[in-house]
Nanobody, 125 residues
Framework: QVQLVESGGGLVQAGDSLRLSCAAS????????MGWFRQAPGKEREFVAA????????QYADSLKGRFTISRDNTKRTVYLQMNSLKPEDTAVYYC??????????????????WGQGTQVTVSS
């Protein structure tokens, strides 16, 4: 089993930046891709970004390319999401998750088997 704890959310104004962190403990972290997802009130959980174990490959939701950056520090067992030029429509609970299979990454929610509790990001206009 693995435990994921997100942090870094908060209330910001449009145009501001935030960096979210996701710290992993428990099961081996090695070899597994990680993803960030978000869920706004009344909406389904949606893919934000994913990164391979080595960090050599990343993928983003098309609407977020250029504003969000995913990265990881395996020595700290932590994954990050840098969010720039935030917009009110970015308001959501942001979750990190670990892929159920190693040595790949995926954008599919059902392919992630452990999730953090989420961190709220609120962007005011």
């Amino acid at each position: 089993q693995v435990q994921l704890v997100e942090s870094g959310g908060g209330l910001v104004q449009a145009g501001d930046s935030l960096r979210l962190s996701c710290a992993a403990s428990g099961r081996t972290f090695s070899g597994y891709g990680m993803g960030w997802f978000r869920q706004a009130p009344g909406k389904e959980r949606e893919f934000v970004a994913a990164i391979t174990w080595t960090g050599s490959s990343t993928q983003y939701a098309d609407s977020l390319k250029g504003r969000f950056t995913i990265s990881r520090d395996n020595t700290k067992r932590t994954v990050y999401l840098q969010m720039n030029s935030l917009k009110p429509e970015d308001t959501a609970v942001y979750y990190c998750a670990i892929d159920r299979r190693p040595y790949r990454f995926t954008t599919i929610v059902e392919e992630y088997d452990y999730w953090g509790q989420g961190t709220q990001v609120t962007v005011s206009s």
